[in-house]
């Protein structure tokens, strides 16, 4: 049976959490207004991911070129064989010699983490896991433990979420201008050299000598300096996410409820795991909104008159938390879903 939904009711991080633990094997499909995604599993784990809007193939190819392991000609002759032989382009290259398994896997096990963290900021879109078999490639084996691709992930968009706004991971630029001398530091030298009117940003993240985040903000930096500037962005829409106030990452929201979650779907089993995810989910955020509400009465020496001042939020049904006043202090809860108020379903 199919597993199916809208991202508005579960995050990409919520589902690949629920994936992971219960060792599914099968293919997500994620489409939103930015892009569609294809995102292959075996046993819970990620073997691989195709992009409608991002050609993989070629992006894994263009960064085996910067790294010096192959050539233009080799990647146009590899983009050529995959076309009638339907073979993964990693493969080919492996094949030909062309570069070591290492490499290989390193390249594309980044460009699949990549292509993941960027779907963490859409708001809305709709997904659906199908259940099938998925034949294990025994030449380049590619093998994304999900859990620690979350934790990896969830330093990735923190870090970024900082130049948000500022920069697009598929922005295009070109050199303006030779630096002066003395002008650029030696890590913003390096990065410069990168900048070619090809690459985008995010492949310049991907071969750059320096972390992610420095590489991002030294582009931001040379663009400033007037030594860069931005010739192209893939056309598709890009959405971003407004974080709530005090609210933190879905990866990191996910994770902090991975014990309720296994001991929850564990009792529950596969049929309504869904139904009780949300219920998690929404005990999860409440307990946040607690100490948001408790956080405001420090500050201001008294609770809030409404939830309004310190979040906009809704329960993943898309309703209102009921927030009472009392003489000891406040009631929090989700009126459960038949949205009726002091019945056996609601959530606190």
């Given at each position: 049976?199919?597993?199916?939904?809208?991202?508005?009711?579960?995050?990409?991080?919520?589902?690949?959490?629920?994936?992971?633990?219960?060792?599914?094997?099968?293919?997500?499909?994620?489409?939103?207004?930015a892009?569609?995604?294809?995102m292959?599993?075996?046993?819970?784990?990620?073997?691989?991911?195709?992009?409608?809007?991002r050609?993989?193939?070629k992006?894994?190819?263009?960064?085996?070129?910067k790294?010096g392991?192959?050539?233009?000609?080799?990647?146009?002759?590899?983009?050529?064989?995959?076309?009638?032989?339907?073979?993964?382009?990693?493969?080919?290259?492996?094949?030909?010699?062309?570069a070591?398994?290492?490499?290989?896997?390193?390249?594309?096990?980044?460009?699949?983490?990549?292509?993941?963290?960027?779907?963490?900021?859409?708001?809305?879109?709709?997904?659906e896991?199908?259940?099938?078999?998925?034949?294990?490639?025994d030449?380049?084996?590619?093998s994304?433990?999900?859990?620690?691709?979350l934790?990896?992930?969830?330093?990735?968009?923190?870090?970024?979420?900082?130049?948000e706004?500022?920069?697009?991971?598929?922005?295009?630029?070109?050199?303006?201008?030779?630096?002066q001398?003395?002008?650029l530091?030696?890590?913003?030298?390096?990065?410069?050299?990168?900048?070619?009117?090809?690459?985008?940003?995010?492949?310049?993240?991907?071969?750059?000598?320096?972390e992610?985040?420095?590489?991002?903000?030294t582009?931001?930096?040379?663009?400033?300096k007037g030594?860069?500037?931005?010739?192209?962005?893939?056309?598709?829409?890009?959405?971003?996410?407004?974080?709530?106030?005090?609210?933190?990452?879905?990866?990191?929201?996910?994770?902090?409820?991975?014990?309720?979650?296994?001991?929850?779907?564990?009792?529950?089993?596969?049929?309504?795991?869904?139904?009780?995810?949300?219920?998690?989910?929404?005990?999860?955020?409440?307990?946040?909104?607690?100490?948001?509400?408790?956080i405001?009465?420090?500050?201001?020496?008294?609770?809030?008159?409404?939830?309004?001042?310190?979040?906009?939020?809704?329960?993943?049904?898309?309703?209102?938390?009921?927030?009472?006043?009392?003489?000891s202090?406040?009631?929090?809860?989700?009126?459960?879903?038949?949205?009726?108020?002091?019945?056996?379903?609601?959530?606190?």
């Amino acid at each position: 049976m199919a597993l199916e939904g809208f991202l508005q009711e579960f995050g990409l991080a919520d589902i690949l959490q629920l994936i992971y633990f219960q060792k599914k094997t099968g293919v997500l499909n994620v489409e939103g207004e930015a892009d569609k995604i294809k995102m292959k599993f075996i046993d819970g784990n990620i073997i691989g991911l195709e992009s409608k809007k991002r050609i993989e193939s070629k992006r894994i190819g263009k960064i085996l070129i910067k790294k010096g392991f192959i050539t233009q000609k080799d990647l146009t002759e590899a983009l050529e064989t995959q076309k009638t032989e339907s073979t993964p382009i990693g493969n080919i290259f492996l094949k030909r010699g062309l570069a070591p398994k290492e490499v290989l896997r390193e390249v594309i096990e980044e460009q699949i983490t990549e292509s993941i963290v960027q779907l963490f900021v859409w708001k809305e879109g709709r997904y659906e896991f199908v259940p099938q078999e998925i034949p294990v490639d025994d030449e380049l084996p590619i093998s994304l433990d999900t859990q620690h691709m979350l934790m990896g992930g969830m330093k990735i968009v923190d870090e970024l979420s900082i130049v948000e706004g500022k920069l697009d991971l598929e922005a295009i630029y070109r050199k303006i201008k030779e630096p002066q001398q003395e002008q650029l530091s030696d890590t913003e030298k390096e990065i410069f050299k990168l900048i070619d009117g090809d690459n985008d940003v995010s492949t310049i993240i991907s071969i750059s000598p320096l972390e992610d985040f420095e590489t991002a903000k030294t582009i931001l930096s040379l663009e400033e300096k007037g030594l860069i500037g931005l010739i192209a962005v893939l056309p598709l829409k890009k959405e971003k996410a407004v974080p709530a106030k005090g609210v933190k990452s879905p990866i990191y929201a996910a994770i902090l409820g991975i014990a309720l979650i296994v001991l929850i779907v564990t009792f529950k089993g596969n049929h309504d795991a869904f139904r009780v995810f949300r219920e998690a989910k929404i005990s999860m955020n409440i307990e946040r909104l607690k100490d948001n509400i408790d956080i405001y009465n420090t500050v201001n020496g008294q609770y809030p008159k409404n939830l309004e001042a310190v979040t906009q939020g809704k329960d993943s049904r898309g309703r209102p938390y009921v927030y009472k006043l009392t003489e000891s202090g406040f009631i929090l809860f989700s009126a459960g879903p038949d949205g009726i108020e002091g019945t056996s379903d609601d959530v606190y």
